[in-house]
């Protein structure tokens, strides 16, 4: 499993985090497959490209976890 750790913000955007995590190529691919259904946050689908991911959230694409810290 892969970890973020969020700095000074108490969340960071769903797509931003796929792209910085480099689980995608860029923003634009990251915003297409959330609303494609690729993506899900804490075991359900998150269809918001902007959801708030916060700590102590697990974000799963393509067979890799992120757990945010």
């Known amino acids: 499993m892969l970890e973020f750790k969020l700095t000074r913000d ?7 985090l796929l792209k910085i995590m480099k689980l995608c190529e860029s923003g634009a691919v990251a915003k297409h497959l ?3 259904g690729k993506v ?3 075991g359900v689908v998150e269809l918001r490209k902007r959801a708030k991911i916060r700590k102590n ?3 799963e694409f393509d067979g890799k976890r ?4």
């Not at 108490?10 to 931003?16: M, T, V």
């Not at 992120?66 to 810290?69: D, L, P």
């Open 10 to 16: 108490e969340h960071i955007p769903l797509c931003d």
């Open 34 to 36: 959330i609303a494609d």
């Open 40 to 42: 899900k946050v804490d």
């Open 57 to 59: 959230q697990v974000v």
């Open 66 to 69: 992120v757990q945010v810290v």
